[in-house]
């Protein structure tokens, strides 16, 4: 296959604007899977996947097309994951190809994730086609988003091809812009050193990491000795082959071509997304641009329901590592939860995936801690660290400054919930820093929010408050100085370290409340009366009582002088004492559910 006729392109779009579908007709419109294998977001292998209608993990496929000018290409589709929290991994793939199509619902308009992903193909300098899709919905408005797209994306639109991937309407079109509007690859020739770019990886149980990759200069055989030039580690190459869509062994993987090797690498996290691979003699000394190491940004504890099941929670994190080596795990213990794991992952929608697949695919009932976020501490005497656990945070006054991650976000709203979204924004310390009008219904705000402030609730509440037409997406934007502290909550007068967090001074008091009225409505009452304290340091700054039982000791007394009744009740009172100086308080697993997911159960 010559250069000319291959073109390697992605698919971008908003959640649920059709992205998967319409991969769907392209794989059939080019035969790449048969009428008997093709089936409903086939590119989508997790159930997961199948019911969110995201893409969490991305699928190539390589498929041959015979255009209307006869002559047959190659089409390399890369599916790219679809949320925020895998931007990285979407730049990379991006970094793949040479063109992209941009589907919007033609009933929905431009989206937040819209906006964000047209920012990645541009600066990735792809040739973009505008899809508008699902024209054949009765609130279909064409005119109203083609506009929209030029206005917010600056992208001509007068071309837009308009299809519905659910019927199939237009979907021939697609594959006929992208053979005349997408350029071929540019290489320095099949002769040229080796190199090849890293886009993903998966493990496989019998033959370890096979990592998928984008031959950009030079050519790859099995037999061939490469190294991987960030990670600086060397393997035999065992297999090569294209993705059809299924794994197929071939000869040779030429420049343009896109595919995946086989070699002797074992270990999942020795494969960097965005590397580079060139043959360890007369290799290519100069990296392909665009890689970087991705650090979790998003920390939280996973605890086992019951002891016993430890084992096997530590089994299904190292299955899950295999797969997926972005997010990282290791022992740690509570003395209110017992031995468990500190988890760190990309964000909080990776966070919630991971939580999931425990739970189904290794059938564990587990217990996830309040996430939190990656701080950055100055001490006094200048040493810098960073800080992913409040437990492990310094005594106060050996600290000189903290400061948190802060995001660029963007967030689209129907003009009539600009109010209540802007007020959100700023209840949770944010930063309105402009607006943009969009269409006569819709508006964009750019705002600087703290991300430890959107972890728990915030999208809940922005779909809330705006009828669940709102969007938002978001970038990082560095760390700023912030009054940081961490509140203990105190049981009994003792710290209960699983509710330990990390929270701004001015919203302390607040979420220890919170915290405080979510424990005192879910603990059952015992003989004695328990106080439910929220601090920092040694300052309590919320209190809430679990009222105890009350035995009637009067009931046996009849008659008689009060100051018996005075009596029984004063060495009630005595006991009730002793019993809460030295009893003990059983938390209940819903008492820490209740509070991790910041909700209050009546009585």
């Known amino acids: 296959m010559t250069l000319d006729n291959i073109r390697n392109f992605c698919i971008i779009a908003h959640v649920d604007h059709g992205k998967t579908t319409l991969s769907d007709r392209i794989l059939e419109l080019t035969h790449a899977v048969s009428a008997r294998e093709l089936k409903e977001q086939t590119l989508d292998a997790m159930d997961l996947e199948r019911e969110r209608g995201i893409t969490i993990k991305s699928h190539p496929v390589s498929m041959h097309y015979e255009a209307k000018d006869g002559r047959t290409y190659l089409f390399n589709l890369l599916d790219t994951p679809g949320h925020v929290d895998f931007a990285y991994e979407v730049s990379r793939s991006m970094g793949a190809c040479e063109g992209a199509l941009l589907v919007v619902d033609a009933a929905q308009g431009v989206e937040a994730q819209t906006v964000a992903n047209t920012y990645f193909a541009q600066d990735a300098n792809l040739a973009i086609i505008p899809v508008l899709n699902k024209v054949d919905l009765p609130g279909a408005n064409v005119e109203e988003v083609k506009r929209e797209i030029e206005d917010v994306l600056a992208i001509e639109s007068d071309d837009a091809l308009l299809v519905s991937a659910k019927t199939g309407v237009g979907c021939a079109d697609v594959l006929e812009a992208i053979v005349k509007r997408i350029p071929p690859p540019e290489t320095a020739g099949k002769d040229a050193p080796l190199r090849a770019l890293v886009f993903d990886s998966v493990f496989d149980e019998f033959r370890g990491v096979i990592t998928y990759v984008r031959v950009v200069d030079g050519s790859l055989k099995a037999g061939q000795s490469v190294s991987f030039i960030g990670s600086r580690i060397q393997t035999?190459?065992?297999?090569?082959?294209?993705?059809?869509?299924?794994?197929?062994?071939?000869?040779?993987?030429?420049?343009?071509?896109?595919?995946?090797?086989?070699?002797?690498?074992?270990?999942?996290?020795?494969?960097?997304?965005?590397?580079?691979?060139?043959?360890?003699?007369?290799?290519?000394?100069?990296?392909?641009?665009?890689?970087?190491?991705?650090?979790?940004?998003?920390?939280?504890?996973?605890?086992?329901?019951?002891?016993?099941?430890?084992?096997?929670?530590?089994?299904?994190?190292?299955?899950?590592?295999?797969?997926?080596?972005?997010?990282?795990?290791?022992?740690?213990?509570?003395?209110?939860?017992?031995?468990?794991?500190?988890?760190?992952?990309?964000?909080?929608?990776?966070?919630?995936?991971?939580?999931?697949?425990?739970?189904?695919?290794?059938?564990?009932?587990?217990?996830?801690?309040?996430?939190?976020?990656?701080?950055?501490?100055?001490?006094?005497?200048?040493?810098?660290?960073?800080?992913?656990?409040?437990?492990?945070?310094?005594?106060?006054?050996?600290?000189?400054?903290?400061?948190?991650?802060?995001?660029?976000?963007?967030?689209?709203?129907?003009?009539?919930?600009?109010?209540?979204?802007?007020?959100?924004?700023?209840?949770?310390?944010?930063?309105?820093?402009?607006?943009?009008?969009?269409?006569?219904?819709?508006?964009?705000?750019?705002?600087?929010?703290?991300?430890?402030?959107?972890?728990?609730?915030?999208?809940?509440?922005?779909?809330?408050?705006?009828?669940?037409?709102?969007?938002?997406?978001?970038?990082?934007?560095?760390?700023?100085?912030?009054?940081?502290?961490?509140?203990?909550?105190?049981?009994?007068?003792?710290?209960?370290?699983?509710?330990?967090?990390?929270?701004?001074?001015?919203?302390?008091?607040?979420?220890?409340?919170?915290?405080?009225?979510?424990?005192?409505?879910?603990?059952?009452?015992?003989?004695?009366?328990?106080?439910?304290?929220?601090?920092?340091?040694?300052?309590?700054?919320?209190?809430?009582?679990?009222?105890?039982?009350?035995?009637?000791?009067l009931a046996k007394l009849y008659g008689g002088d009060v100051t018996r009744k005075m009596k029984v009740l004063e060495k009630q009172k005595r006991g009730k004492a002793r019993m809460k100086e030295f009893g003990h308080v059983n938390v209940p697993q819903s008492a820490f559910i209740a509070v991790l997911k910041g909700t209050i159960n009546e009585k």
């Open 236 to 553: 035999p190459v065992h297999e090569v082959g294209v993705f059809s869509p299924n794994k197929r062994p071939v000869d040779c993987l030429e420049a343009g071509q896109v595919g995946y090797i086989v070699g002797t690498v074992k270990d999942p996290s020795e494969i960097k997304i965005g590397d580079t691979v060139t043959t360890t003699k007369l290799g290519s000394s100069e990296p392909l641009p665009g890689f970087r190491d991705i650090h979790p940004t998003v920390f939280c504890g996973i605890y086992p329901m019951s002891t016993d099941e430890f084992p096997k929670v530590a089994q299904g994190l190292e299955k899950l590592h295999l797969n997926d080596s972005a997010f990282t795990f290791h022992h740690e213990s509570s003395l209110a939860l017992g031995f468990g794991f500190r988890c760190g992952f990309l964000g909080l929608l990776h966070m919630e995936i991971v939580q999931e697949r425990l739970r189904r695919e290794f059938n564990l009932d587990i217990i996830s801690t309040s996430p939190g976020v990656v701080y950055k501490l100055k001490l006094k005497n200048g040493e810098e660290r960073d800080l992913d656990n409040p437990l492990q945070m310094p005594d106060p006054s050996a600290l000189e400054s903290i400061a948190e991650p802060t995001l660029k976000a963007r967030i689209i709203t129907p003009s009539a919930s600009i109010g209540d979204v802007m007020r959100i924004v700023m209840d949770r310390r944010g930063l309105v820093e402009g607006t943009e009008t969009m269409d006569a219904r819709r508006v964009m705000l750019h705002c600087m929010l703290p991300l430890n402030e959107i972890l728990i609730d915030f999208h809940d509440t922005l779909k809330s408050v705006s009828h669940g037409y709102a969007s938002m997406d978001y970038e990082p934007s560095g760390y700023q100085v912030s009054d940081i502290v961490r509140m203990d909550i105190l049981l009994n007068g003792e710290t209960v370290d699983a509710f330990a967090t990390m929270v701004h001074r001015d919203k302390a008091r607040a979420r220890g409340l919170q915290m405080c009225k979510a424990l005192a409505a879910t603990i059952p009452p015992h003989q004695f009366k328990i106080p439910v304290q929220a601090a920092i340091g040694r300052e309590i700054i919320a209190r809430e009582d679990i009222r105890p039982f009350r035995k009637d000791v």
